[in-house]
């Protein structure tokens, strides 16, 4: 971050009242309203409220248990949440499969574990997607896929097999197939977290490339330098409640709530 | 055997270079030091071999003398061609003859299709493609060639040899022309495929009721395709030139089949190893698609598509094979009112297709359970439907985990085309009845026919064996 943009967040409310302020254009793509999730008898999320702005990029962070990645997972329905409203650029998630569908093609999802279909080629991996839900001709969707696989700095492993790639790269390709189906969101669940501790630049720096481009993200990591760089907004979040929301800046330097600053003095 | 394997017996999750990865070093040893390290290695191994070398030197010899010396083959030598199709009319002998031929070059176009289709893959992988030695083939279908070679020097006249000359001869030639199609034309190899299995059908069992829809099908299909490769001005028109391709296929398949002679024998009268060799694929190619469909259900969250799918299951897997044939050919008649009764054979085939099919289901269902949630997710979040998930992410993975199992099952199931001779259907063991019913084959060479139907057996499922090792290899299943 250049130092007038840094000047410029400081002379932004530093902490935001709430995680329904946005950064970005300013305009909400993605509107969470006191969301609850229970699993059996335990509550993973206790009435959430987020909004998301586009072209934003917030990272979610906090202990494990704190329901980060069930908050992203029902952004695109991969699990249900109980109470509450999720609006995602205008279409709110209901139980009709034609509004989920169309959440999915609008948001891209990066696993912890990359996910890859094994059985698949890396290029065929990528080209599913874009071939079998947006109709697109074989040909198109190789290019297209080439021409991903180039922005994510591996086109020459195209041709192998996901097992036949080192842990990093199999996360480049399961960005890669996420922005095949060009997406308007982002969600990252714990990217990193999978991977030998040299493989993690790469990774984070495809990452802080999309962030660069205008994508609006939401990323669920522990990687706080990170966060720091490429966040518009830090949400911290323990025991299925956001806790404390923030500039990069206010939140590692001058955390208001007491569970967030033993957060922070154990991570860092 | 790390230097003999080819591209396609790499595992997928395995790197593909694996030509050079060294190997532990083997021993060499001269048939002395064999014989002590292997057999003489101590005391108590000593005795072992001591006491087991003339046992195992006495059954041998026992054995051979009886096959080479003591054994009358007559029994089989004089029936060769009732054991073969058992009581199939005499005077349409040639349309068997003519199946052989065809379905042998079905057989060899399709393999020469998936060999060009492999070399395409190869080639788009970018990695060298190379074919199984001869080598290596001969050894994987050794078994049956060491029968055919049995039962051609039982024959008496030079008929059996010519046909089976024939048949390798045309099958090797489309093989060779298949293998060097190029990659764009493959489709139509596989469409010539189908035609030629349709009309090897048709030429034994004629074209009689909706033949000429059979025949027209496949053809059509490969019309439509070839159509589709012109360019045409707009969608529309090519949709419509589709069609028309379709059409005209179809108009002059049944022009054709009203003119010509399309009499033919029903498959009510197939018997011998005839009816075993088409009842065991037909029950594999119907109960698969079943089982598979059975095994999805299963799983499926509407419960009236769950509980059809595990009462059939759990109902079919309870009952003992012969009784489901027994119950076919008395309750399928009430069951379905139809006008003509239904053949043997018909009632036969339903009932080992339902059978194999709940068996397939439990497979699949093992299969689909092997695959982790997570890809179900990753496919979700790309946009894919529920469908296409399963289609072309969890099936392809769960298959290939099951091959061992499934093949397993469809070897039982040839075998178990034998119980037809319960329900008089004139299976290749029902024809030994017969044979041993003629006066001058009673109580005469009883062993010998009986030895030659279980090798029959043997030299047919030990090749499925050895072929779905090398599937298992080629797919790599079991190196993750």
Not at chain 2, 22 to 33: D, S, T, W
Not at chain 2, 197 to 218: C, I, T
Not at chain 2, 328 to 337: M, R
Not at chain 2, 350 to 368: C, D, N, P
Request: positive net charge; glycine residues 8%; hydrophobic residues 50%.
């Amino acid at each position: 971050m250049t130092d007038t943009t840094r000047d410029m967040a400081r002379h932004r409310d530093e902490v935001f009242a709430d995680a329904t302020q946005v950064c970005g254009t300013g305009d909400v793509i993605i509107d969470i309203e006191g969301i609850d999730k229970f699993f059996g008898d335990f509550q993973a999320l206790k009435g959430v409220e987020m909004k998301v702005g586009r072209q934003e990029v917030v990272v979610v962070c906090g202990p494990s248990g704190a329901g980060k990645s069930t908050l992203i997972r029902c952004i695109n329905r991969l699990e249900k949440h109980d109470r509450g409203r999720i609006v995602v650029d205008g279409i709110e998630l209901s139980d009709d499969i034609r509004n989920i569908q169309e959440v999915r093609l609008e948001t891209g999802m990066v696993f912890q574990q990359f996910n890859l279909f094994p059985h698949l080629t890396v290029l065929d991996n990528i080209t599913l997607g874009p071939r079998q839900a947006r109709h697109m001709p074989r040909r198109e969707a190789e290019d297209l896929a080439m021409s991903l696989l180039t922005r994510v700095k591996i086109p020459e492993q195209a041709r192998k097999f996901p097992g036949q790639l080192s842990g990093g790269q199999q996360q480049r390709v399961a960005i890669a197939r996420s922005l095949a189906m060009s997406p308007k969101v982002m969600l990252f669940d714990e990217p990193t977290s999978a991977l030998d501790p040299e493989m993690i630049k790469e990774v984070l720096d495809v990452i802080q490339d999309l962030a660069r481009s205008g994508m609006t993200m939401i990323i669920v990591s522990h990687e706080m330098g990170f966060a720091r760089e490429v966040s518009d907004r830090v949400v911290f979040m323990a025991d299925g409640e956001i806790v404390e929301v923030g500039t990069p800046e206010h939140f590692f330097e001058n955390p208001r709530e007491e569970r967030t600053k033993l957060f922070i003095s154990q991570i860092l | 055997m790390a230097d003999e394997r080819s591209f396609f017996e790499t595992g997928l999750d395995e790197p593909l270079i694996v030509a050079n990865e060294p190997r532990p070093p083997r021993e060499k040893l001269n048939p002395p030091q064999w014989l002590r390290k292997r057999l003489f290695n101590s005391w108590y191994n000593s005795a072992v071999t001591l006491v087991l070398i003339p046992v195992i030197a006495y059954l041998g010899w026992r054995f051979f003398s009886f096959l080479v010396f003591n054994a009358r083959w007559d029994p089989v030598r004089n029936n060769l061609t009732l054991f073969m199709v058992g009581r199939f009319p005499r005077a349409e002998l040639w349309r068997v003859v003519a199946q052989v031929v065809i379905w042998s070059s079905a057989i060899g176009l399709a393999w020469g299709a998936a060999v060009a289709g492999a070399k395409a893959r190869a080639l788009r992988a970018g990695l060298p493609y190379r074919e199984d030695p001869l080598l290596a083939k001969v050894r994987r279908y050794g078994a049956l060639l060491v029968i055919v070679g049995l039962f051609l020097a039982m024959t008496q006249t030079w008929g059996p040899l010519i046909i089976f000359a024939g048949s390798v001869a045309s099958a090797a030639v489309l093989q060779f022309l298949g293998s060097r199609t190029a990659a764009e034309h493959v489709a139509f190899l596989w469409a010539g495929v189908a035609v030629l299995g349709v009309a090897g059908f048709q030429v034994v069992s004629g074209f009689y009721g909706n033949g000429w829809l059979w025949m027209g099908v496949p053809i059509a299909v490969a019309a439509s395709k070839l159509v589709g490769r012109i360019e045409w001005s707009s969608p529309l028109a090519a949709r419509l030139a589709r069609l028309g391709g379709v059409a005209v296929v179809l108009v002059v398949a049944y022009v054709a089949y009203m003119v010509i002679d399309h009499r033919g024998v029903g498959w009510e009268q197939w018997e011998g190893l005839r009816l075993n060799l088409l009842a065991a694929p037909i029950a594999i190619v119907l109960a698969f698609p079943l089982g598979v469909a059975l095994a999805i259900a299963r799983r499926s969250s509407f419960p009236a598509l769950r509980i059809i799918s595990t009462g059939y299951i759990e109902l079919i897997r309870g009952v003992p094979l012969i009784s489901l044939l027994l119950m076919g050919q008395f309750f399928i008649g009430f069951f379905l009112n139809t006008t003509t009764p239904l053949s043997s054979i018909t009632r036969a085939i339903t009932a080992l297709t339902m059978f194999t099919s709940a068996y397939i289901a439990e497979i699949v269902r093992g299969g689909l359970q092997s695959i982790p949630r997570v890809q179900v997710e990753a496919g979700q979040s790309v946009g894919l439907r529920p469908f296409t998930i399963i289609r072309l992410i969890v099936l392809p993975q769960a298959l290939r985990n099951v091959i061992p199992a499934m093949v397993g099952q469809f070897i039982a199931l040839t075998k178990d085309t034998t119980l037809l001779s319960i329900i008089a259907v004139a299976d290749l063991l029902y024809v030994r009845g017969i044979v041993h019913a003629q006066a001058e084959y009673r109580a005469f060479g009883i062993a010998e026919t009986l030895v030659f139907v279980a090798l029959i057996f043997w030299a047919i499922t030990f090749s499925m064996s050895r072929e779905s090792q090398r599937l298992e290899r080629k797919l790599g299943v079991g190196e993750r």
